[in-house]
């Protein structure tokens, strides 16, 4: 890949690591962590996640999305580290963790895709038994699930038929197409749904299906982010071994004069 003596080498490998790989590997955490922070603080998406009534799993993948930012970010500063000392043992260390964080990043993505359809009946159920037994008793959910009605223009889970079963006993406003209206009860908006009545005021769509199309609309922009860090990520991998090699031959030359 290099041509010339080994200090040309060292001197061209040296800096597309430092400018190509590390300092965009540290972009790419700082990214990483800023996204994960702002999920975790953002009122919309905290309350989209008190619907499911346990907000565990959701602060444990957010926790584990500010982490590899974290880790990305200090994997790129002991990149440019070694690059800049010429150090075999720092770039040999930045290889081995983008290794590893390519590994997990493969090995999470592969599983998220396969899980996918449970997720999806995980979500819905646990947006189901929180309208059945928690809405109306919860003011704090009662304001997580009307603002998720209302931004994504939905109503129930499933469908308004949810509110059937619920200890609330009727279809909340927040399900309302218009700002204000007074909702239908659950079993008259069934009938008319059922009837084929198409004068509904309220949302026909379950929140869940909206969801999971919300979520759909970024998977370009999300596969787009991921191949993109996973390009930075094996640049980085082939530049450190070059420059590793180019120090070695350097090395070598050093002795003979």
């Not at 963790?97 to 159920?125: N, P, S």
């Not at 299906?209 to 980085?236: C, D, N, P, R, Y």
Request: proline share 2%; aromatic share 8%; hydrophobic share 40%.
């Amino acid at each position: 890949m290099c041509c010339g003596d080994g200090r040309t080498c060292v001197f061209c490998c040296k800096y597309v690591l430092i400018v190509g790989c590390c300092i965009l590997h540290v972009l790419c955490g700082c990214a990483l962590l800023g996204l994960g922070l702002y999920l975790c603080f953002e009122p919309s998406m905290r309350s989209y996640a008190h619907t499911s009534g346990d907000l565990q799993e959701y602060y444990i993948a957010l926790y584990c999305l500010i982490g590899i930012g974290g880790l990305m970010m200090l994997v790129g500063f002991l990149g440019c580290c070694g690059a800049c000392a010429e150090s075999r043992i720092l770039l040999g260390m930045f290889f081995t963790f983008l290794l590893l964080i390519c590994v997990v990043e493969v090995g999470g993505g592969f599983y998220a895709y396969l899980q996918r359809e449970e997720l999806k009946v995980l979500v819905t159920d646990s947006m189901t038994q929180t309208i059945k037994d928690v809405y109306g008793e919860d003011q704090v959910v009662n304001e997580a699930v009307d603002s998720m009605q209302q931004g994504l223009e939905c109503c129930g889970a499933s469908g308004p038929g949810d509110w059937l079963a619920s200890k609330y006993s009727n279809i909340p406003e927040s399900c309302c197409i218009a700002e204000s209206c007074t909702p239908p009860s659950a079993v008259e908006a069934l009938s008319k749904l059922f009837a084929g009545d198409t004068n509904v005021i309220i949302y026909t769509e379950g929140c869940s299906s909206k969801l999971f199309k919300k979520l759909e609309q970024h998977t370009v922009i999300l596969a787009g982010l991921t191949i993109g860090i996973g390009v930075v990520q094996l640049l980085g991998m082939v530049f450190s071994c070059c420059l590793c090699v180019a120090i070695g031959r350097q090395d070598r030359e050093q002795q003979y004069i």
